[in-house]
């Protein structure tokens, strides 16, 4: 009896021991252009999608490239980090988002933080679109609805032109951090909304704290950046922009409070704002934006403020070539 016991207590450990690995997830994997998404995501057995990738990496884990391939769409419900530097991969997203990010529905919402380095991630405009002039077919390079944070570094975002039609859309309902850094976002948006990045926190709570540096904004429909506090009411949100280029874009910067809406807080410094039909635009009364050390060139108009709206100058700003008229509101901020 006793030979028994030990007989088939033996077989139950071999047999948990060998089924574990099926249920495991590693802290990294791999995806590849030749890959099989049925591969365990090794460096040695790749997966061929991001989507396949992530549900076999583990919370806080990470995804690599090991070749520039196309790697198809993902959502991301858990902190992860997405990383094709040095093989620069891709996402062709026709007809839908590139990466949405949300955690809404886990046990912990607003908690997830996520990367995104060395990516090309496009609205996939055919060749036919592009002989005629259409747009391309994606939503959303980028659509983020909840989570903790999300981090863009040497990215390219380009032709999404549909839909909500953003390169990035920051949309958080509670307190979040963006911050977006030595990337082109280019040809997004259609006609006057969306643009190249949309940041429109939502709710009683929603709250963004964004941050973008050494960033091109080009040729966006809407504006090369939009912060929209529409549908907020929370604490103030605030974006700081410095070194970007904001140019041919319908809107350079805009800037819309509504009221009975949160206080919006941007600055604007050692950035050129160049070419577009409006170059900054402020409208709503609970709106600060302060610019310093920044040339706007060859814009319609240069400044624009309706409804309240203000736009100061920290000082040695440059407004050179503009079609109409524009100066900003007085007083000008102290440099100390």
Partial sequence: ???????????AMLA??????????ATRTWV???????????????CKTF???????????????????????????????????????????SA????????????????????IRGLSINGAQTAAQNAQGNPGSGLTGINFTSGASLIVEDVIIQNFNAGSAAGINFRPGGTAQLTVNNSVIVDNGTGSTGGGIVVNPTGASGNARVTVTNVELINNAGAGVSVNSTGNTGPSSQVALDNVRLSRNTTGLSVLSPAATTGLTVSLQNSLVFANTTGIRSDGGTIQIGVGNTTLQSNVTALVTANGGTI??????RLIGN???SAFNPPALAEQ
């Fill in 1 to 11: 009896m006793k030979n028994i016991t030990t007989r088939f207590l033996f077989g």
């Fill in 16 to 25: 948990a021991a060998s089924a574990a690995p099926l249920h495991a997830q």
């Fill in 32 to 46: 590849s252009g030749v890959g099989d998404d049925v591969n365990p995501c090794s460096r040695t057995a790749p």
């Fill in 51 to 93: 989507a396949g990738a992530i549900s076999k990496t583990s919370a806080g884990g990470e995804i690599d490239c090991l070749d520039p391939g196309g790697f198809g769409a993902v959502t991301i419900t858990k902190s992860i980090t997405i990383d094709c530097t040095g093989t620069f991969g891709s996402i062709l997203a």
């Fill in 96 to 115: 839908t988002n590139g990466i949405n990010v949300n955690d809404s529905a886990s046990g912990f919402p607003n908690t997830i933080r996520v990367v």
């Fill in 312 to 317: 100061q100058s920290f000082g040695r700003n």
């Fill in 323 to 325: 079609a109409a008229a």
